[in-house]
C-alpha cells in the first residue's frame, strides 16, 4: 500500500509537463517515479495524435493509459493498445469545404490513422511538424483526403483563428469540439471529445473514485479536465484564459510543475 493509492494524476505533454526548452526536466521525472512507487497512477494527457507523441511516450515514466489526440483516443503504451477512439461526423470533409470556401487562407492538418494530411500548408504546420518530428501527405482538395479523422488542426494567426473557432461554433452548433491547443492551433474533434471526457472514461477504467482525479495543463483544451480534477493545475507560462478560469498556478513548466504538485499531495496525503 502507498500513500497514493487510489489517485490519478493527469498532465498535458508540451509546455507543461514537456519544457519550452524541449526537454522533460529531471524534477519532473523524479516525481512522477516517487508518485507511482507510492501506488498513484500517473497518464499523459496531450493533443498529440498517437503517430507524433509515440515517439516521446518513452521518455515518460506512465503507468496508466494515455489520452491522444485532445480527448478523441485513450491508448495503452504498456500493451500497444488502443482502448477506444472517436472519429469526426462523415460531413466532416464538406463542413471543412464550406469552411475554406469562408476562410480562403486557413490551412489544416486532418489525421487519418496514423497518417496526417494537410490541406494548404503554412508556416504554423511547418512549424508545428518540426516540433512533433514527422512529416506529412499534402493534398489540393480536401476530397482526396481519406476518412474518417480523429482531429483536424486548423491553422493560421491567432485573430484569425478565433473568426474560425466563432464560425464553427455558429455553423455546426453541438457537432464539433473546437478549442485552441495553443495560440496558432485550433482543434476539431468530435462533439464530446475533449480531455475532459476521456479522462474522466480512464478514471472510470481506472476504477478512481470522484475527488482523486487532479489535473495540470497550460492552455484552453486543458480546462475541460482541470474541470474534473479536485484541484485544477497550471504552470506558471500557461495562457491568460486557464489562469482567468481559476487554474491553480505553480512554477514554469521549465522548472518541473509536476514536481510542485507531487509536493502538494505528498502534503495532503
Same mark, same amino acid.
Given at each position: 500500500?502507498?500513500?497514493?493509492?487510489?489517485?490519478?494524476?493527469?498532465?498535458?505533454?508540451?509546455?507543461?509537463?514537456?519544457?519550452?526548452?524541449?526537454?522533460?526536466?529531471?524534477?519532473?521525472?523524479?516525481?512522477?517515479?516517487?508518485?507511482?512507487?507510492?501506488?498513484?497512477?500517473?497518464?499523459?494527457?496531450?493533443?498529440?495524435?498517437?503517430?507524433?507523441?509515440?515517439?516521446?511516450?518513452?521518455?515518460?515514466?506512465?503507468?496508466?493509459?494515455?489520452?491522444?489526440?485532445?480527448?478523441?483516443?485513450?491508448?495503452?503504451?504498456?500493451?500497444?493498445?488502443?482502448?477506444?477512439?472517436?472519429?469526426?461526423?462523415?460531413?466532416?470533409?464538406?463542413?471543412?469545404?464550406?469552411?475554406?470556401?469562408?476562410?480562403?487562407?486557413?490551412?489544416?492538418?486532418?489525421?487519418?490513422?496514423?497518417?496526417?494530411?494537410?490541406?494548404?500548408?503554412?508556416?504554423?504546420?511547418?512549424?508545428?511538424?518540426?516540433?512533433?518530428?514527422?512529416?506529412?501527405?499534402?493534398?489540393?482538395?480536401?476530397?482526396?483526403?481519406?476518412?474518417?479523422?480523429?482531429?483536424?488542426?486548423?491553422?493560421?494567426?491567432?485573430?484569425?483563428?478565433?473568426? *474560425?473557432?466563432?464560425?464553427?461554433?455558429?455553423?455546426?452548433?453541438?457537432?464539433?469540439? *473546437?478549442?485552441?491547443?495553443?495560440?496558432?492551433?485550433?482543434?476539431?474533434?468530435?462533439?464530446?471529445?475533449?480531455?475532459?471526457?476521456?479522462?474522466?472514461?480512464?478514471?472510470?477504467?481506472?476504477?478512481?473514485?470522484?475527488?482523486?482525479?487532479?489535473?495540470?495543463?497550460?492552455?484552453?483544451?486543458?480546462?475541460?479536465?482541470?474541470?474534473?480534477?479536485?484541484?485544477?493545475?497550471?504552470?506558471?507560462?500557461?495562457?491568460?484564459?486557464?489562469?482567468?478560469?481559476?487554474?491553480?498556478?505553480?512554477?514554469?513548466?521549465?522548472?518541473? *510543475?509536476?514536481?510542485?504538485?507531487?509536493?502538494?499531495?505528498?502534503?495532503?496525503?
Amino acid at each position: 500500500m502507498g500513500k497514493f493509492d487510489g489517485l490519478l494524476l493527469a498532465s498535458d505533454f508540451d509546455d507543461t509537463l514537456y519544457g519550452l526548452d524541449l526537454r522533460i526536466p529531471e524534477r519532473n521525472l523524479e516525481a512522477i517515479r516517487y508518485f507511482t512507487d507510492q501506488g498513484g497512477r500517473f497518464a499523459v494527457a496531450t493533443g498529440r495524435a498517437h503517430r507524433t507523441f509515440a515517439p516521446f511516450a518513452h521518455l515518460v515514466p506512465m503507468n496508466a493509459p494515455a489520452v491522444l489526440s485532445n480527448g478523441s483516443a485513450l491508448y495503452d503504451f504498456a500493451q500497444n493498445k488502443m482502448i477506444c477512439q472517436t472519429f469526426l461526423r462523415p460531413q466532416a470533409p464538406a463542413d471543412l469545404e464550406a469552411l475554406a470556401e469562408q476562410f480562403p487562407e486557413i490551412g489544416f492538418e486532418a489525421y487519418f490513422g496514423e497518417d496526417i494530411y494537410v490541406f494548404q500548408p503554412n508556416t504554423v504546420t511547418d512549424s508545428h511538424m518540426a516540433k512533433v518530428g514527422t512529416g506529412y501527405i499534402q493534398c489540393t482538395r480536401i476530397a482526396d483526403i481519406p476518412v474518417p479523422w480523429t482531429k483536424v488542426i486548423l491553422q493560421q494567426d491567432f485573430p484569425y483563428l478565433q473568426r *474560425v473557432q466563432r464560425w464553427m461554433l455558429h455553423t455546426f452548433p453541438g457537432a464539433y469540439e *473546437v478549442i485552441f491547443s495553443n495560440r496558432y492551433l485550433l482543434e476539431m474533434t468530435d462533439f464530446g471529445s475533449n480531455k475532459g471526457g476521456m479522462v474522466q472514461r480512464l478514471a472510470d477504467h481506472l476504477h478512481i473514485a470522484p475527488g482523486h482525479v487532479y489535473c495540470v495543463g497550460d492552455n484552453q483544451n486543458d480546462i475541460p479536465m482541470l474541470a474534473l480534477s479536485a484541484i485544477p493545475f497550471a504552470p506558471a507560462n500557461c495562457a491568460r484564459e486557464v489562469q482567468d478560469w481559476g487554474a491553480r498556478v505553480l512554477c514554469h513548466c521549465d522548472e518541473g *510543475v509536476i514536481g510542485d504538485i507531487v509536493a502538494l499531495l505528498d502534503g495532503l496525503y
